[in-house]
């Protein structure tokens, strides 16, 4: 049965390079109907913490990367020291001479040989590999050998890894053949670059995967993004749902070389998944954001109004924040201005087509977009001036912005209150700058 594993280290959160990892694993399980299996390697008391521990496994929840079995280095030191002991005991490990009870693997001097799943052949000369310790002077495995003991004791297929991970492969090949146990399939996958060409850094992509999440990145379509770095269904395509990748993953279609991570893309990804949300999921998902920012309270709140605005937004953005943050102004009873939007407003004094729009939009019986707009189309016919002389400045005063989703429909769901006293406002303004 195939059976591969994640391992991460609750020394830290879990970022992109990890989650990469942990999906090509999981992807290769599924689609081979094997099992994936999930170790925290927590053999560092002193810099694993609970707090990160929880955010891996909510993390990974929350992409929907469910695991099989799941088991703790920090449970299983009785085994490593067993087998440490028995390494000592045929004479192919011998104890440190400082006398502090570490345990160190003699490294027999040979070439050995990978065929990595994705690099091919790999030559390693032992030579250059010093002997190796198994068992700290405090009675903690070393990584190495830990990983080596549980892989085998849970009867791992297949080591799906980062290829920074390939100068450990020798070390551990040779405790694999000093402890007798057969040796799994290697793979290693390229690492994750900046779109600048070097390492991931805080500032190009470095980041936990819980903050993507409150950034407003959907978990599908983080898991759709990340499926792209290094791999391809095939034929460019480039939205693919996990399911869809389940059927499609080869683990030997993983590129050989490196991926560059580049947030444009994954915004554009983020972007096809929200707008082909249903509305009132998409709400859903929102209402945690909108609940923080103070917009809504309890359940005091028109659910309609709120269903149409995420119709009015959902094609416009990319992430779940944009949609909170742009459009603030709608939660408010007043306005506040950008500079630029200021600027437009009070660019020519317009305070009569204002007040002109304002007694129009006040007589409406339905005060809907398409009402909105015929009342609109027939105030610039009548003031014998083009749309976009009015339109922009409207827009300033009733949004504080330039930019925005259509204004009539904004108009419609600011509603008639709110456009009357904004109207007022921006009037008041334009007769003061006049003063």
Request: hydrophobic content about 40%; glycine content about 6%.
């Amino acid at each position: 049965m195939i059976r591969t594993r994640f391992a991460p280290s609750p020394t830290g959160y879990l970022h992109i390079g990890g989650a990469r990892t942990c999906l090509f694993n999981w992807l290769f399980a599924r689609a081979n109907k094997g099992k994936f299996i999930l170790r925290i390697e927590d053999t560092d008391k002193v810099r694993s913490k609970q707090e990160y521990l929880d955010e891996i496994l909510n993390s990974l929840k929350w992409l929907g990367l469910d695991w099989d079995e799941i088991y703790y280095q920090s449970q299983r030191f009785p085994l490593y020291l067993e087998l440490a002991k028995k390494l000592l005991a045929e004479g192919k490990a011998y104890e440190a001479e400082d006398g502090l009870g570490a345990i160190i693997l003699k490294i027999p001097q040979k070439t050995v040989e990978i065929d990595d799943l994705i690099h091919g052949k790999i030559v390693f000369d032992t030579a250059t590999i010093k002997d190796q310790v198994l068992i700290k002077s405090d009675g903690t495995p070393t990584y190495n050998f830990a990983c080596v003991v549980d892989d085998a004791d849970l009867k791992l297929s297949h080591i799906i890894r980062g290829d920074d991970h390939i100068s450990n492969t020798p070390k551990q090949i040779v405790i694999y053949e000093a402890l007798g146990f057969a040796l799994p399939a290697f793979a290693h996958i390229p690492m994750i670059l900046s779109g600048q060409g070097g390492r991931l850094s805080k500032r190009f992509g470095a980041t936990a995967i819980s903050e993507y999440k409150n950034m407003g990145f959907l978990a599908e379509a983080t898991v759709n993004y990340l499926s792209l770095l290094g791999w391809s269904p095939g034929e460019n395509q480039e939205i693919v749902s996990k399911d869809e990748a389940v059927k499609k993953f080869s683990i030997k279609d993983v590129n050989h070389t490196a991926a560059a991570f580049n947030l444009d893309k994954f915004r554009w990804v983020n972007n096809y998944y929200i707008k082909n949300l249903e509305p009132d999921k998409l709400l859903e998902l929102l209402m945690p954001f909108f609940r923080e920012k103070g917009y809504i309270k309890d359940d005091n709140f028109d659910r309609n109004w709120l269903v149409d605005l995420v119709k009015l937004f959902q094609p416009r953005v990319s992430t779940l924040m944009e949609l909170v943050e742009w459009p603030v102004f709608c939660f408010t009873q007043d306005v506040e201005f950008s500079p630029e939007a200021k600027e437009k407003l009070l660019e020519n004094n317009l305070s009569k087509e204002f007040e002109l729009l304002k007694e129009r939009f006040a007589s409406l019986d339905k005060f809907d977009h398409t009402s909105v707009e015929e009342v609109f189309r027939k105030t610039i016919e009548e003031l014998k001036i083009k749309s976009k002389v009015l339109i922009h400045p409207l827009r300033a005063a009733l949004t504080g912005a330039l930019i925005g989703p259509g204004i009539f429909e904004v108009i419609s769901l600011l509603g008639k209150d709110r456009v009357s006293k904004r109207l007022s406002k921006a009037i008041e303004l334009l007769k003061e700058s006049k003063r």
